[in-house]
C-alpha cells in the first residue's frame, strides 16, 4: 500500500476538499491500488530523453497590442463577469469575512 | 417523408438544399424523438426551441436564395461540456449545476454558424472522467442497445461522451459533439455502433470547452457514418486565436475528397496492441478489419510501437495532475456551487464547496493529480510520465516511416452492464487501452462500427494516422465501413 489515510488526508486538504473518516477509509486503498499501479512507470528507461511540453509543434502567438480588440475576451463586461456568482454583491464577488 | 429521424447528416442537409423537405420540418421529427426518449437520460436540458429557431433561419435563408452552410438543417446534440450561451452547462457536475455561460464556445458557435442546430445539452461522464458515464450527476446514461440473450439488462453507451454516442445510435440526433480525452469519442462510438473522429490536437478550438485535461483534450464528431463525421468536423475545426494551442492551418474539405481506394497505402499493424488476454472476438475482427483494408488493396505491414503497454500508466498520471490544476477554479466564488457552513471561513467554503460539488470519481482524479505534483514526488511521477509520453510519440513518428495509418480494435470489450465494472476503477481504466496512445501523441484517430459480439452488440475498429492526416483516416475508415456494410441498429424499445 503506497498511501496511507493520513497521506490521503493531507492532499484532500492541499486539494481543498473536505473528507469524512468514511471518504478517507475508501479513498486510501483505491488510490493506493492506482499508484501502485503506476509504478511501472519506473521500469521505463528515460535517460537523456527530454519530457513532453507539446503535443503538436505550435509557435506560441502574442494577440495584438490594443485594448478589447476582441471584445468577448477583452474587459468591461463586468455583468456578464457575474452573472453566475453565488454571492455578487455591488458589483464584487461576496466572499465570507478573511481577515479578523 | 415518415422517417426523418432515419437519415443522417448528409441526406439532410441535401434534402433541405433540393427542398424535399423543410428544416423545421426536420427540427420537429427530432425534436419529438428527444421528447419520446427521456428513459435513456441521456440529455441534461433539451433546447427544442433552439432547434427550431436554426431551422426556421435555414428555411428562411433557403427561402430568399442564400447560401447555405455545411450543417444547414440539421439539428445536433451537444456534449454538456461546451458552453452554451444562456443554457445551463455543467460538464455533468453538481458544482456546475445552474451555471449559464455569457458566452459560446468556439466549436459551437461554428456549427450554428454553419446552419445546425441544438437539439439539447447531453449528459456525459463528470467532467468527461469516466468511460461507462455512470459518473454523471444527473445519473447513468442507459445504451439504446440491449443483448440478444432476452435479457434486459441496462447496458453502457461508454464514455465520457456517452449522452452523444446514445443518442446518434437510437436515431435521436443525426449527430453529436463529442470531446476525446483518451478515448472519449471513440471508445461511446465503438460501444453503439456509429462512427467518431478525434482529430489532430488543435484542430478544434477549445475555447468554451470545460477543461479536464488541456494537453489532450480535443473535440470531434461523432455520427452513423464516416462522410457525416467527415462534414461535421469541417464544421468544427478551424483556427481560434482565443486558444493558445489552436492549430493555424486551414481546414481541409475532408468530406469531398473522401476515397476509399487504399491502393499505394500502407496499414501498420502494431503487435504490442495484442495483449494479453484479448478477447478472441475483438482479435477475429482485427483480422477482419486487416482483410478489408487489404481488399481495398492496401498493404498490410506489421510495426512495433514498443512503449504502448506504458500509455495507460502514464496517462494516469498526466490527465490527473492537469485535471488537479485545471478544477482548482471551482471555489465557490466566481460560478456554480457554493457551500457555506456556518461559521466558515474561505478556506472551509472552498473545502465544503469542492466536497459537495466533485462526485468521487473526480475526487478520485483531483486526489492522484495533487498526489503527483506534490513537492517530493513530481520527478518521480510527472516528469517521467512526460517522457515516457515523449517516447510513446517517437514510438508513433518512427512508425510513420514504415506505414500511413495504424489499424487496431477500438475497445477491448462490447458494451458492458451498467454497474459491472463500477466497483473497481482500475478495470475500468483498461477500457481505454486501445485508445490512449494517440491521445498521449495528439494523433487523428477515428472509430469504425465493423461488427457485432455473439451477443448481438456492435464492436469498432480504430485508424490512427499521421499528424493532420485527418483525410488518410477517414478514408481508410471509409474503405472499412464499404466492406463492413454496418446496418445492425437497436429496436426501440424506450
Known sequence: ?100 | MNDLTDLGVKAIRDGVAAGTFSAREVAEAFNAAVAAASQLNAFIVTTPEHALAAADRVDAARAAGQPLGKMAGVPIGMKDLFATHGVQTTAASHILEGFKPQYESTVSQNLWNAGAGMLGKLNMDQFAMGSSNETSHFGNVISPWRRADGGNADLTPGGSSGGSAAVVSGRIAPAATGTDTGGSIRQPAALTGIAGIKPTYGRCSRWGVVAFASSLDQAGSMARDVTDCAIMLEAMAGFDPKDATSLDLPVPDWSTSLSPDMRGKRVGIPREYRVEGMDPVIDALWQQGVAWVKDAGAEVVEISLPHTSYALAAYYIIAPAEASSNLARYDGVRYGLRELPDGAGLQDMYAATRAAGFGDEVKRRILIGTYVLSAGFYDAYYNQAQKVRALIAHDFERAWGECDVILTPTAPNAAFALGEKLADPLAMYLNDVFTVPASLAGLPAMSVPAGLDASGLPLGLQVIGKPFDEQGVLDACLAIEHRAGFAARPEKWW
Do not use: C, Y
Open chain 1, 1 to 100: 500500500m503506497s498511501i496511507d489515510r493520513a497521506t490521503v488526508a493531507k492532499i484532500a486538504s492541499l486539494a481543498r476538499i473536505r473528507m469524512s473518516d468514511d471518504e478517507l477509509d475508501r479513498m486510501a486503498p483505491e488510490l493506493s491500488q492506482i499508484l501502485d499501479w503506476v509504478e511501472q512507470l519506473g521500469e521505463v528507461d528515460t535517460a537523456g530523453v527530454e519530457p513532453m511540453t507539446a503535443v503538436i509543434p505550435n509557435h506560441l502567438r502574442l494577440r495584438e497590442d490594443i485594448i478589447n480588440a476582441n471584445p468577448l475576451t477583452g474587459g468591461g463586461r463586468r455583468d456578464a463577469v457575474l452573472a453566475n456568482a453565488p454571492a455578487a454583491e455591488h458589483g464584487f464577488f461576496g466572499v465570507p469575512k478573511v481577515i479578523e
